[in-house]
Structure formats: C-alpha cells, structure tokens
C-alpha cells in the first residue's frame, strides 16, 4: 500500500528543488506525496538556518509532530535542510523522537537512512520492552531542552561532499514539476559573508557538469514544465565541466540550453537565481541582451549602499560596481526588472551608511526586493562585531526602506498599465467565492490575476493588464489561452 510523504519546506528555491529530489528519491519505496499532513505517514521538515531563532521554530514544530507520534500514530519523522546540518546530533538529544536528521548533502542516502531507522527503532523496542515510538520518557518532562537526556534511535547524515548527491539523485522524476521546473545547477558557497551561515550548511562551491543539467532540463521540460529556474546559492558563479572538456560559465551553459531548447518548445523561458554582484561578468551581462527566451527580470542582492558595510560584510564589491552592474544590465535589455536582498542594521551601521541604502536604492528603482533587520548567526564573524545595533533603530531603519521599496514596486507595477503580457499560469487563485479565479506570472515575476472560464495551470495567455497593484497586476485575457506543446508528453 502507497504510504503518503509530507514535506514542509521552508526558506529558498533551494530548498523547494532539494524537496522535490526528496520525493522522487523516495518514490520507489512507495511514498507518494500528500499536502494534507493529517494523512502523512512521514514527515519531512526542510529546514531553513537563514533567520534568527530558526533552530527554534524547528523545535516548536516538531512538538507537533511529537503530539501524534505519543497519539499512537506509526509516523516518521525527518529533519533535512540547513538546520539539519547546523544542530546535527543535539536534534537527536533534544527531540529523541525524530527518526532521521539529513543534511543537504546526504538527499541521495535517504532510502539507507530509512531502513537504518527502522531497524534501529526495531532493536530499541526489542531491547526495551516499556520503550514504543511514541519515546516517552524525557519529552514528557516538559519542552525540549539542552541537558541530560535519554539517547532517541535516531539517525544521522551530515556528511559533506555535494558531487555525491547530484551523482546519485534519481534521473526519473517522479513527481511532475508543474509549469515552473527548478533545476540546481550549483551548490554552496566560498564568498563567506560576514554575516551569512550559507558557506557553513551547504559546504564549498559545486558546479554540477553541464551535460547532467541538460539532461535534466530536458526531462523537466518533456514532464511539462514551460519554465525554467537554473539554481544555486551562487548560481552566476557556476563553473561546471561542459561536454567539450572546457570549463563553461553561466553565460555559456545559458546560451547551450537556448540554443538547444528554445526551438522544441515555443514560450519556453529560463531564468536564474540567485546571482553574486562580483560574478556578473561581461558575458552574463551580454546574455541578457542576446537571448529572448531570458526572462527580463534578475535578483541580484546588494545587501547595503554604503562602502563601509559592504567591507565589514565581506561582500567583495562596492555600490559603484553594482551601479555599473546595473547600467550595463540595462544597457543590454532595457527593460530587465530588478530585484535585490537588503539587510539594515548590520553592526556598526550608521545612520549616514543607512542613507546611502537608501540613495542607491533611489538612483537604482527596484521591481520588487526583501528586506531584512540583521540578525546575529551563531558562528559567523559578525556576531562577534562589537558594535551591534539597537532594536529600535533596526526597526526605524526596515520601516523607511520597506516605503521606498513599495513606492517603486508599485510605481513598476502600475507602469504596465495599458501593455499586453506573455503570462504563465501557476496556480488557482486564493478567492475562495471567485472559483474560476486562477494566478500566473508575467515575465517579470508580477503575479498577474485572472477571471476568465477555461483556464488551466500550464497555460500561456496573453494578458492585457488593466491595474497595477502592490503585489499583483490584473487584467483581460487577450487571445487563445495556449496549452504547451510539452503538456502532451506530461
Ligand atoms: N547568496 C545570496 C547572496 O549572496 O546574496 C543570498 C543568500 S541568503 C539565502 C538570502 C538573503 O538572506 C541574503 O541575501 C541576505 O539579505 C539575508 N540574510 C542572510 N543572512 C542574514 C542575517 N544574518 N541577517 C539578516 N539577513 C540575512
Ligand atoms: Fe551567504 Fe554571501 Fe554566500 Fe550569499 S554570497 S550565500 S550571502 S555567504
């Protein structure tokens, strides 16, 4: 009998693309993906490091799943992701009826930790007649703290070399990825942000061999994907062996998978992140004018505008090369939508630091951007700054910049007023009482809202927007909707 697989996933694409290579490795085992977790009879938390307290959020959920581990039900439950690799062996001690802790490298080994679980818990109760899954003991004392604790009979894998996983993920997918297929091509990070746990949880720079993401691409593309996203913590800083021996850059592996694609399945569109100011070279800059089939949007954090900060972080770049950056960008595609991550309050951030954010974010005009007060990571340089900023002003500071930052997203937004937009169609829409309601995305990243009758996920339509919103854009279907050649195949 099928059993149902719930996976929880927080934080990147990232990790949307590694819960996807979750199930599909998990699939032959029987375990077919569920939404509803009443159902689950494994749960998989993908975990996020990124935020402050996120070690804690974990905990918290997984009191949850304690609940009706203790309520009888015969559940597996797993941890993966950045926490997973972060915490490692205290998520045994603290929450001992977690079955498997998996770091992000260890995706491929999931099947093995499985049956090592199981035996484990097998030999547990044989050995310990009072002792059943549900492990009560230490966690009826109270919440899961540090301390002495009974040893749970869990398993861990936090081991390190990423080119093992991408070796030995499963080449069917066993789960269709839907209109928007995620593809990592790269892993991990050598930048070390002062600021940033990334270097430490997902381990050194990885780039996948080309011809393993072409084939991948293809198989995305023939399940029915009409989208999509190449991925990595430090995607433009992708230098992956190419077919030809040659070491091939973003640009290259960018124009290879047009070259290749693009004439197969009409409306076909790529696009890439997360990218690295100091990695936007010439070529990358070149690709954006070159290729129709990019969409015209890039992410590309610049984390502050003043000199200063950008050293202290460690970013390896100046407002000047982003500025510079930007200007080539658009030089080349004038019309490229532009998104970025800030962080305020990084210690020793002044107010005069802060209001060059701010100019640069006014001389720059962004599409849309996240914003985030710094927050202290436990283990990297920065929270050992000296200098660290109160509350109160990082508040003051997220408030100002998160006004201008929506002036101009909806500023862009109500700028497409009156033009008519290739629009893929991704999801049903949240209104409830509006059934035929369904969602999609522009070609710079703006949910656009429809009500039209015959609309179908997967579907390309063109939309002549009639309002710009904060968040979305609403309009009229103009012409046929298109299924995707590929939805044939899927
Ligand atoms: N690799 C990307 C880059 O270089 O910009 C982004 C990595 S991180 C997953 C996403 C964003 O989280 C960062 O761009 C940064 O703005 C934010 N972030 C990371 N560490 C943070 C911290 N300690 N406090 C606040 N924000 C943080
Ligand atoms: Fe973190 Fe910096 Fe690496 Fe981005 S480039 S993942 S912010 S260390």
């Known amino acids: 009998m099928a059993r149902k697989l719930y996976i929880k996933t927080y934080g990147c694409q990232m990790n949307v693309y590694d819960s996807a290579r979750m199930a599909d490795v998990l699939a032959p085992l029987g375990y077919a993906k569920t939404d509803s977790p009443d159902d689950a009879d494994m749960v998989i938390l993908n975990t996020c490091h990124i935020r402050e307290k996120a070690a804690e959020k974990v905990f918290s959920e997984l009191g949850h799943w304690r609940k009706r581990k203790e309520a009888g039900a015969d559940l597996t439950i797993a941890v993966a992701g950045c926490v997973a690799q972060a915490e490692g062996e205290e998520i045994l001690n603290r929450a001992p009826f977690v079955d498997m802790v998996v770091g992000p490298q260890a995706y491929h080994r999931l099947p093995e930790l499985l049956a090592r679980a199981q035996r484990k818990r097998d030999a547990g109760r044989e050995g310990n007649p009072q002792k059943n899954t549900t492990q009560k003991g230490p966690m009826q004392k109270g919440p899961m703290q540090k301390g002495p604790m009974q ?3 869990g398993v861990l894998d936090t081991a390190f070399p990423p080119e093992s996983k991408f070796d030995h993920l499963p080449e069917a997918l066993a789960n269709p990825p839907g209109p928007v297929g995620f593809l990592a091509i790269q892993e991990g990070c050598d930048k070390f942000c002062t600021f940033c746990v990334v270097p430490y949880t997902r381990g050194a720079e990885y780039s996948r061999p080309a011809a393993a993401i072409i084939a991948e691409a293809e198989r995305l593309l023939e399940s029915g994907a009409s989208e999509i996203a190449l991925l990595g913590q430090n995607v433009n800083a992708y230098h992956g062996e190419g077919p030809d021996g040659q070491t091939w850059s973003l640009a290259r592996l960018l124009r290879a998978l047009s070259d290749r694609f693009d004439g197969k399945y009409p409306g076909l569109r790529w ?3 997360t990218s690295h100011p100091r990695e936007m070279d010439a070529d990358l800059i070149a690709v954006h004018g070159d290729l129709p089939s990019l969409m015209p949007f890039l992410h590309l ?3 502050a505008g003043s ?3 950008l050293k202290a972080m460690n970013r390896g770049h100046d407002a000047d090369l982003f ?3 930007v200007a080539d960008l658009r030089a080349k595609r004038p019309d490229i939508a532009l998104s970025s991550d800030f962080i305020v309050g990084f210690p020793g951030e002044s107010d005069k630091d802060f209001e060059a954010t701010m100019a640069l974010v006014r001389a720059v005009g962004f599409a849309q ?5 710094y927050s202290a990571r436990p283990g990297t340089p920065a929270a050992l700054l000296p200098n660290q900023v109160s509350e109160a002003v990082k508040d003051a500071r997220l408030q100002a910049l998160l006004a201008l930052l929506r002036e101009q997203q909806l500023a862009f937004n109500a700028g497409m007023q009156g033009r008519v937009l290739d629009v893929l169609i991704d999801r049903v ?6 059934p035929g309601q369904m969602l999609g995305r522009s070609p710079y990243m703006q949910s656009v809202v429809l009500e039209h009758p015959g609309l179908e996920i997967g579907m390309r339509v063109a939309v002549q927007i009639t309002a710009g919103y904060l968040t979305s854009l609403a309009g009229n279907v103009v012409g046929t909707p298109i299924l995707p050649l590929n939805r044939e195949a899927a």
């Open 307 to 309: 000199d200063a900060v």
């Open 323 to 325: 500025h510079r950056i």
């Open 369 to 373: 951007a996240y914003s985030f007060k």
């Open 271 to 273: 696009r890439y992140t």
């Open 429 to 434: 829409g949240h209104k409830q009482n509006r």
């Open 151 to 153: 040893k749970g009979l």
């Open 301 to 303: 954090p610049v984390q």
